[in-house]
Every structure is written in structure tokens, then in C-alpha cells.
């Protein structure tokens, strides 16, 4: 909109800046303003003058960035909306596994995470040795429905 009033302004100043067929109006350099963002010309307006040139180059320009950064945030926001809905699916999965890791620990050593944590705090154990010991009484591969005895409600096999 900017450059409907720069280029009135310089039709006004020296009509000669601008090839034009009738008296053109304002409403004749919005057009023509908006036709420049996309690189077009219009046969009711042209420029011929070198400011008119400048002014055109620049509408041209600053027009084709503003629609390049209209493209790029609709194409960044559906991949940010993608990448979110990924996200959510991973943190589901992974508190699913979580849950299914603390089934395990009750069935195996009869008490809650918590309280094992607790235990081997108490015992001076470092989180590194419960890792590995936690690993080595896993099987390789086990399903949620073996570890928890229920199924349906739970997801798909997976493989530590």
C-alpha cells in the first residue's frame, strides 16, 4: 500500500515519470502497486522515468520478500505443527514405557521405582551400577503384554 502513495506522489511531482494512457487515478496506482509485488505491468500505468523505475524495482523487490515470508511462516508453522504432534507422540510413548517399567519393578522386586530408588540411595548405589544391574535382569526382548499381563488397552511389542 506504501507504494501506491510513492508512486502518486510521483506522478503528481512529474506526471512525465510515468507512460499512461487517460488521467490515472489512485485507484489506478493501487493496481498497479499490486500488480508490481508479482512482477507485472498493467497497460494503464507504466513507468518510464527513473524514478518511476526505482520506485517499481523496489515495490518489485520488497513485494516478492513479503510474499516469500508469507509462504515460508505458512510452511514453517504446518512443519512446527507436524513436529508437535511427533513430540506428543513420543512423550505418550515414552511415559507408556515408563509405566510399563514400573510394572516390571513391582512384579520383579516387589515395590514401586520410588521405593527401590530409595533403597539403593540407602545403600550408597550410584545410578550408573542400578542402570546396568536393571538391564542385565531384562530380557533382550519382551512385550508390555507379557510384562503386565493385560493387552489390548496397551501398544504394540517393543524392543529394548
Same mark, same amino acid.
Given at each position: 500500500? $506504501?507504494f501506491?502513495?510513492?508512486?502518486? =506522489?510521483?506522478?503528481? &511531482?512529474?506526471?512525465?515519470?510515468?507512460?499512461?494512457?487517460?488521467?490515472p487515478?489512485?485507484? %489506478?496506482? %493501487?493496481?498497479?502497486? $499490486?500488480? $508490481?509485488?508479482y512482477?507485472?505491468?498493467?497497460? #494503464?500505468?507504466s513507468? !518510464?522515468?527513473? !524514478?518511476? #523505475?526505482? $520506485?517499481?524495482?523496489?515495490?518489485?523487490?520488497?513485494g516478492? !520478500?513479503?510474499?516469500?515470508?508469507?509462504? +515460508?511462516? #505458512?510452511f514453517?508453522?504446518?512443519?512446527?505443527?507436524?513436529?508437535?504432534?511427533?513430540?506428543?507422540?513420543?512423550?505418550q510413548?515414552l511415559?507408556?514405557? %515408563?509405566?510399563?517399567?514400573?510394572? #516390571? =519393578? &513391582?512384579?520383579?522386586a516387589?515395590?514401586? +521405582?520410588?521405593?527401590?530408588?530409595?533403597?539403593? +540411595?540407602?545403600?550408597?548405589?550410584?545410578?550408573?551400577?542400578?542402570?546396568?544391574?536393571?538391564? %542385565?535382569?531384562?530380557?533382550?526382548?519382551?512385550?508390555?503384554?507379557a510384562?503386565?499381563?493385560?493387552?489390548e488397552?496397551?501398544? =504394540?511389542?517393543?524392543?529394548?
Amino acid at each position: 500500500m $506504501a507504494f501506491t502513495f510513492i508512486n502518486w =506522489a510521483v506522478f503528481l &511531482i512529474d506526471p512525465a515519470q510515468f507512460s499512461y494512457t487517460g488521467h490515472p487515478n489512485l485507484w %489506478a496506482f %493501487a493496481y498497479y502497486s $499490486a500488480t $508490481a509485488v508479482y512482477f507485472g505491468e498493467i497497460d #494503464i500505468v507504466s513507468p !518510464v522515468g527513473d !524514478v518511476a #523505475i526505482v $520506485a517499481k524495482l523496489l515495490n518489485d523487490v520488497i513485494g516478492g !520478500v513479503g510474499v516469500l515470508t508469507v509462504v +515460508l511462516s #505458512i510452511f514453517m508453522g504446518y512443519r512446527s505443527t507436524r513436529l508437535d504432534s511427533s513430540s506428543v507422540d513420543s512423550i505418550q510413548l515414552l511415559n507408556d514405557k %515408563a509405566y510399563d517399567i514400573e510394572e #516390571i =519393578a &513391582i512384579e520383579s522386586a516387589w515395590m514401586s +521405582l520410588e521405593e527401590l530408588e530409595e533403597r539403593l +540411595l540407602s545403600a550408597s548405589w550410584e545410578l550408573f551400577g542400578v542402570m546396568h544391574w536393571i538391564l %542385565a535382569k531384562t530380557p533382550r526382548q519382551w512385550t508390555v503384554e507379557a510384562a503386565s499381563g493385560r493387552g489390548e488397552d496397551r501398544p =504394540a511389542p517393543y524392543t529394548l
